[in-house]
């Protein structure tokens, strides 16, 4: 039996969703019945977490650079994530569950931006916990992103170059006013962030597992933040540093 600490649990856990296409070929399908058992595993991940009390869930749904794939496999994956989006939004409202969208989101299109406009603002006031999708997410585009737009706001006097911090240039960025993950979980075997919240990783705790995203399960999850609680989080600082 897995145990976890309820008193220390990860305030924001964020999941790079991985495996999918090597799951459907292990079942002889086509990669697209990969996607959509994997949708199974994102209602497992939000509801385990919402069960245990975890504030701020982060899922890669769709990188800057998936768009490099086979457009079959694009606007399947898009389809399905209207499809997860029209079927989750009452099962969110009941749960207490805001979403949020991270990303070049325009670069969707319509119908989706419609879908997670209206589910963003239905869900808007809830406070159980907040579920972040990253769609048409890159992290060195988020930054690049933010820089035109603080550089924009210097250009016009709204900010001078001396107020320019760590914190202002958060406040920059699609994530602005969330916390930074302290659990990194990536499904899939693969040792490497993908481009994935570079910014906001610079102190999240990693955690790899070889099981593909299709199959991951609560018992999976409840194990990577059993693993998290067994590690120090020093912070640059010395371990007899933190026990005084
Ligand atoms: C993750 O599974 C889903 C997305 C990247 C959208 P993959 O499709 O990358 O699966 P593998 O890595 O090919 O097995
Ligand atoms: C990362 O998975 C992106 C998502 C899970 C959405 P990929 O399968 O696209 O990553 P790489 O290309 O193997 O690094
Ligand atoms: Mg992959």
């Given at each position: ?38 949708a199974?595993?994102v ?18 749904a ?16 898009l389809n399905l994530l209207k499809e997860y989006l029209e079927n989750e939004v009452q099962e969110m ?6 979403l949020?969208a ?9 119908p989706i931006l419609s879908k997670i406009n209206e589910v963003s603002?239905r869900t ?7 579920v972040?999708l990253?769609l ?109």
């Amino acid at each position: 039996m897995t145990e976890i600490d309820l008193k220390r649990l990860p305030k924001h856990i964020a999941i790079i969703m991985d495996g999918n296409g090597r799951w459907a070929e292990r079942h002889a399908m086509g990669r697209i019945l990969g996607h959509k058992n994997g949708a199974e595993s994102v209602r497992a991940a939000v509801r385990t977490c919402r069960r245990i009390g975890i504030r701020y869930l982060t899922l890669y749904a769709f990188s800057m650079e998936n768009w490099l794939r086979p457009e079959a496999e694009v606007s399947a994956l898009l389809n399905l994530l209207k499809e997860y989006l029209e079927n989750e939004v009452q099962e969110m409202m009941d749960q207490d569950i805001r979403l949020v969208a991270i990303g070049n989101l325009d670069s969707l299109g319509e119908p989706i931006l419609s879908k997670i406009n209206e589910v963003s603002a239905r869900t808007s006031r809830n406070r159980g916990m907040t579920v972040i999708l990253a769609l048409s997410y890159g992290g060195r585009d988020e930054i690049a992103a933010a820089a035109r737009r603080m550089v924009g706001d210097c250009l016009a006097g709204k900010i001078t170059p001396e107020k320019v911090t760590k914190e202002l240039f958060a406040d920059y960025l699609y994530t602005a006013g969330l916390p930074d993950p302290d659990l990194l979980i990536r499904t899939g075997g693969e040792y490497r962030i993908s481009n994935f919240l570079l910014w906001q990783m610079a102190y999240t705790e990693f955690y790899f597992t070889e099981v593909l995203w299709p199959d991951f399960r609560e018992r999976h999850l409840l194990k990577a933040v059993e693993d998290y609680q067994k590690r120090e989080r020093r912070f640059g600082r010395t371990s007899e540093q933190l026990k005084t």
